[in-house]
T-cell receptor, first 113, second 110 residues
Framework: DSGVTQTPKHLITATGQRVTLRCSPR?????VYWYQQSLDQGLQFLIQ???????AKGNILERFSAQQFPDLHSELNLSSLELGDSALYFC????????????FGEGSWLTVV | GIQVEQSPPDLILQEGANSTLRCNFS?????LQWFHQNPWGQLINLFY???GTKQNGRLSATTVATERYSLLYISSSQTTDSGVYFC????????????FGKGTKLTVNP
């Protein structure tokens, strides 16, 4: 158990819908990352937050947004879903901005039908 | 951006065999981690090893930062070692994203 908690574990939804994925980082970790893993793209970095502020942005679509709340949990919002958004979405956390071990949650499996 | 290349892409072993997985990266890094993704999709931390050598049971890893590569050794492999092994690096200079290689898919047969 990495200490990073993600919900839901599995989600099936229709095209055009909107979903929210939730992440609780390890106790004390200030940095939260979101990654997408699909069969054809591998593990892709989406976005990083540190202590409530956005720190780095990767290949995140405009239809996707994220935030980190004062209690340090984070949410990834995916809207106007397409079939190609079906993937495993990981949240990860680390104690600081860099130079520390990054721990991954178990992921949220999203299937868009 | 930084390139991370892992080899071999696929590896099939008999139980009890040893193996070496390689990760090459194209730029200086201040964080390198090895992960094991099991068949259920979980990403499990194996090593945080930006430089030097570490061992944990049957697994060990070595990173030679000056030559931009890292090696993961698996000895006396077991069927539970099957899965995909990823190397991921965090670049120096303020870009705080962990960049993953494409992984090595390991299959250990009984």
């Amino acid at each position: 158990d990495s200490g990073v908690t993600q919900t839901p574990k599995h989600l099936i939804t229709a095209t055009g819908q909107r979903v929210t994925l939730r992440c609780s980082p390890r106790s004390g970790d200030l940095s939260v990352y979101w990654y997408q893993q699909s069969l054809d793209q591998g593990l892709q970095f989406l976005i990083q937050y540190y202590n409530g502020e956005e720190r780095a942005k990767g290949n995140i679509l405009e239809r996707f947004s994220a935030q980190q709340f004062p209690d340090l949990h984070s949410e990834l919002n995916l809207s106007s879903l397409e079939l190609g958004d079906s993937a495993l979405y990981f949240c990860a956390s680390s104690a600081e901005l860099s130079g520390n071990t990054i721990y991954f949650g178990e992921g949220s499996w999203l299937t868009v039908v | 951006g930084i390139q991370v290349e892992q080899s071999p892409p696929d590896l099939i072993l008999q139980e009890g065999a040893n193996s070496t997985l390689r990760c090459n990266f194209s730029d200086s890094v201040n964080n390198l981690q090895w992960f094991h993704q099991n068949p259920w999709g979980q990403l499990i931390n194996l090593f945080y090893i930006p430089s030097g050598t570490k061992q944990n049971g049957r697994l060990s890893a070595t990173t030679v930062a000056t030559e931009r590569y890292s090696l993961l050794y698996i000895s006396s492999s077991q069927t539970t070692d099957s899965g995909v092994y990823f190397c991921a690096v965090l670049t120096q200079g303020g870009s705080e994203k962990l960049v993953f290689g494409k992984g090595t898919k390991l299959t250990v047969n009984p």
